[in-house]
């Protein structure tokens, strides 16, 4: 063994006023054994590789019973011709390391101790074992305590797995020396180890700490699976500043996480409305079986008190991990299909009426004769506007001629002398959507003319139809600019507001002709969306 207590223990000691002292010659740590009992001595952190050797030099044979194992040296049992220095050595491309240990054999039972322990009166403190490297190998059967060569009667929960026992808020009387015994079992014999401490308690006022509180973890329950990775988190509330006589740390089924390659911690302090708590994460590589179902306690010691958050790492059940799995991956085609739907919803249902044209079977038309009425301002003077102009000849191109759409468009469709507002309403009747063109300059100025009244008139049918009925569908399409809604009907604000306007633009946005042709291109395929799905050239097919 090093003689060194593990991280942890060490660091804990140091935070409630404990300070530990080492008999040393020179640079030789010294270990006082007991007849009879097994004695391990560690050397390096990496025991690969490692030369031991009695005395001064490489020359000197170990004695009977003494062997390697591992790098590591056994005892096996120590014997009073045991007493004597021993050596090791690695050597590296760089250096040779080497350290000296001097073993001191005695008959008692209970050895004297290699280690002086101080503590302040009325402190809760507690004592290592001081057999790591036994714990590490999974060598211990029992653990036992002594107090000045007498057995102590203590209960379980006052000594941890790996042997360190708990003491509460000490006085005078428990000054002594205190002898951790183990039971191991070697090749299959039995055995017994001891290593003492000698344990002074002092006099002094301990400092006012505020009361501990452990936030998480309190009995909770993780589901991991076994050879992946987990981790954990503990938060506890520590008072109004940070304190360096605070620690915490992790023990697995009451041993110290240092035990376990596959475990790793931390903590640190935070700061959250003036309040301190303590935050410690053990990182866990690769969950192993015995990590499993097995208490898992975040320690979080002052030198007044100590409270312990309880964690356990459950297996997640393979059938529910698959349903899990696949409702995740249900969960994601389905957000991906939304997805393209939502951005490709036009494309998608311009093809699926495509394809479906071609292996329909002529549909009724419900006696609709027109797919959509073209309501639109004409000027007076007989100049087509542009607004005019993208009604009478743009719109007709693309969906008569490239679609087969058929539009009614007054003044374009209607017969010579017949009234108007008869002719108007019957066409309305006959079709299945109404396009309401609208334009900055489509509500005129002054006096009203016939051709305003009339395009009153056809909003004012139409949409009556619309909002009671819900036929025709209207589609509102804005050219050449934005509007300004406010000097419209409500019907029409109401439309726009519902469902949107399409806008249309007859002047290239700057130089940019890549962007209108796009633009142009997105418009005709979002009023096809909206235009009936079979046009009624379809739904009366020619004999």
Not at 343 to 362: C, E, G, Q, W, Y
Request: with cysteine; charged share 20%.
């Amino acid at each position: 063994m090093t003689g060194l207590a593990p991280r942890c223990v060490l660091l804990l000691l140091l935070a409630i006023g404990v300070t530990m002292q080492h008999n040393h010659s020179g640079e030789i740590d010294t270990y006082h054994v007991s007849v009879g009992h097994v004695f391990l001595l560690s050397c390096l952190p990496d025991q690969t590789e490692v030369m031991w050797s009695r005395g001064d030099g490489p020359t000197e044979t170990l004695p009977t019973d003494v062997e390697v194992r591992d790098g590591l040296l056994w005892f096996l049992p120590v014997e009073m011709s045991h007493h004597g220095a021993y050596i090791c050595e690695k050597r590296d491309e760089t250096e040779l390391l080497k350290r000296t240990f001097r073993v001191s054999v005695s008959n008692e039972d209970c050895p004297d101790p290699s280690e002086d322990v101080v503590i302040t009166e009325g402190i809760r403190g507690g004592l290592p074992c001081k057999q790591t490297e036994l714990f590490g190998l999974g060598l211990v059967r029992r653990i036992r305590w002594m107090k000045d060569c007498n057995l102590e009667e203590l209960d379980k929960e006052f000594i941890s797995a790996d042997g360190f026992m708990w003491l509460p808020a000490v006085s005078q009387r428990d000054a002594g020396k205190y002898t951790c015994l183990t039971d191991i079992t070697i090749d299959g014999r039995n055995y017994t180890t001891a290593r003492s401490i000698q344990m002074t308690v002092k006099n002094g006022a301990p400092e006012v700490f505020p009361e501990l509180q452990v936030v998480k973890p309190q009995e909770d329950v993780f589901i991991v699976q076994v050879g992946k990775r987990a981790e954990l988190q503990c938060l506890a509330y520590t008072g109004f500043s940070e304190s360096e006589e605070i620690i915490m740390f992790w023990t697995i089924d009451g041993v110290l996480t240092d035990a376990y390659k596959e475990l790793n911690e931390s903590w640190r302090f935070i700061h959250n409305r003036g309040k301190v708590y303590g935050q410690s994460n053990l990182s866990i590589s690769i969950v192993r079986h015995q990590f499993l179902n097995v208490p898992i306690h975040c320690n979080v010691w002052s030198p007044v008190e100590a409270k312990f958050g309880l964690a356990r790492l459950k297996e997640a059940d393979p059938f529910d991990f698959h349903v899990i799995v696949t409702l995740c991956v249900t969960a994601s085609i389905f957000i991906l299909l939304m997805a393209t739907f939502f951005f490709f919803k036009v494309d998608l249902v311009l093809a699926h009426r495509k394809l479906t044209r071609h292996f329909s079977k002529p549909q009724v038309s419900h006696g609709k004769l027109y797919d959509a009425y073209v309501s639109v301002v004409q000027s007076n003077t007989g100049q087509l506007t542009e607004t005019a102009k993208f009604a009478l000849q743009i719109l007709p191109e693309e969906l008569e001629k490239k679609h087969g759409f058929s539009l009614y468009i007054q003044g374009r469709d209607g017969c010579p002398g017949e009234a108007i507002h008869d002719a108007i309403s019957a066409a309305l009747h006959q079709c299945h959507t109404m396009i309401i063109i609208l334009s900055p300059d489509g509500k005129a100025k002054g006096t009203r003319s016939l051709c305003e009244t009339q395009l009153l008139y056809e909003q004012e049918v139409g949409l009556y139809d619309a909002l009671t009925q819900n036929d025709p569908k209207i589609i509102l399409v804005e050219v050449d600019g934005p509007l300004d809604y406010s000097q419209l009907p409500e019907s029409l604000r109401y439309i726009k507001r519902k469902q949107g306007a399409l806008k249309w633009n007859n002047v290239l946005v700057g130089t940019n002709k890549l962007t209108t042709f796009y633009s142009k291109r997105n418009f005709w395929k979002n009023l096809q969306y909206h235009m009936p799905a079979v046009p009624v050239r379809r739904l009366h097919p020619v004999p």
